[in-house]
């Protein structure tokens, strides 16, 4: 039995026997972007953590911009979900009417708490850069340049040592919370238990891995592209040591989300067969075709010739955004799999549902493009405030 279902623009596709609960798609492409946004937020505080905590010299080059980008998304992470709420107003009752047992309202603590870390790293990384236009600005970018300086001109010797330790010890309280802040997301998917395709234990592991792997990527590919665009040269040993690092959680991320499904194949539950026609069906395309074939086998074999074998130096800037892009769309179709793929499944666990995105309203493919351009717009106008690269700064505070 098939039947077709229209709401709106999008379109459902009904096979076998589903429920009438189950025709529509209530978790549509905002909540795809909202664990996607947070995970290339996650990501790439890690890689600024990796020089600021872990030492790793040859990331300096791209320390301090992986926080302003990490910000940059930070300050878009709860748009989506402000967009899927029919009264996004609602959301501050979560801190006005606290409720520890409310796993969203966790979220919303964690968010704030990781902004306000993010934002106090990031201030005392450019506090010597902001005393040095605070000395030379009049009027309000003045007095905008001494707040942000914390009121705060000393620039000693003493004084940069001091803020030095206070940035190593947010960067290293902040990768703990930086994996809460994702982690987190993926606990919210799997603690539903009566969805089969979310309630395993891997799932928290799966969506903080791969927001490492998206991070980095993003990370890799703007860095790339903006020197290009902008004439200056990339630090070639900035860019490898990032790839080797890249491959090695995007191994640990593919390997992980393969195990997921031969888990639940090897265990064949009363689920199974629900789940099995899913990945055969409705998913076939976007997960075995696009998401594990194209966008993770290939991009796994290019970066392991980038790490493992001696290739030159303008191959690697041309490969490296390349398949840095690929691994976005692929955590970005893990995302979609997971959040629309768990809802294509009938309670009644012999029906699919097959879902096609509407392209205007609050929720769709329009709305979803706007979301992602503006954490590239934010970057933008914070690269006018803190510069991105090191060299643009009067004052080094390393």
């Known amino acids: 039995m098939s039947a077709v279902v229209h709401h709106g623009d999008a379109v459902s596709a009904l096979t076998n026997y589903v429920f009438p609960n189950d025709l529509h798609i209530h978790w549509s492409l905002m909540i795809v972007l909202y664990p996607y946004i947070t995970g290339i937020v996650a990501g790439a505080f890690i890689v600024s953590s990796l020089y600021h905590v872990f030492g790793i010299k040859e990331l300096k080059p791209i320390s301090r ?10 300050c878009c992470a709860t748009w989506p979900l402000l967009l899927h709420l029919g009264h996004p107003e609602r959301s501050f009752n979560m801190f006005l009417t606290p409720n520890p047992t409310s796993a969203m309202a966790g979220f919303g603590y964690i968010y704030s708490a990781y902004f306000i870390l993010l934002l106090h790293e990031i201030l005392f990384i450019y506090r010597p850069t902001m005393v040095g236009l605070w000395m030379q600005s009049k009027g309000i970018m003045r007095a905008i340049y001494a707040f942000l300086a914390f009121f705060n ?7 940069l040592a001091l803020d030095h330790k206070i940035i190593n010890f947010l960067a290293g309280i902040g990768i703990p919370m930086a994996c809460v802040l994702h982690g987190y997301v993926g606990f919210i998917f799997g603690g539903i238990k009566a969805n089969p395709l979310w309630a395993t234990p891997l799932m928290p592991v799966i ?22 665009m902008t004439g200056r040269k990339v630090d070639i040993k900035c860019v490898r040591t990032s790839i080797k690092f890249l491959w090695g959680f995007f191994i640990l991320d593919f390997v992980f989300e393969m195990l997921e499904v031969f888990s639940h194949a090897y265990m064949s539950t009363h689920h199974w067969h629900v ?15 696009l998401q594990v074939k194209i966008f993770s086998v290939i991009p796994f074999f290019l970066l392991m010739w980038l790490c493992l074998f001696k290739v030159k130096d303008r191959i690697v800037l041309f490969i490296a955004p390349i398949v840095s892009f690929m691994i976005l769309i692929q955590v970005l179709l893990m995302r979609w799999n997971v959040v629309i793929g768990g809802q294509l499944m009938s309670n009644s666990t012999r029906g699919q549902v097959f879902f096609t995105p509407e392209w205007m309203g609050r929720e769709g493919i329009l709305a979803a493009i706007i979301v992602m351009s503006a954490p590239i717009i934010i970057l933008f106008i914070l690269s006018k405030i803190f510069p991105l690269w090191m060299e643009e700064e009067a004052t080094d505070a390393s």
């Open 153 to 159: 001109d000393n620039v000693s010797k003493e004084s």
């Open 275 to 289: 789940l099995e026609s899913l990945l055969w069906g409705p998913l076939y395309t976007t997960y075995w075709v």
């Open 65 to 74: 911009y992986s926080l302003v980008f990490a910000l940059a998304f930070l």
């Open 207 to 228: 969506f903080l891995l791969s927001a490492c792997v998206s991070g980095i990527s993003g990370i890799i590919f703007s860095y790339v592209l903006i020197m290009k």
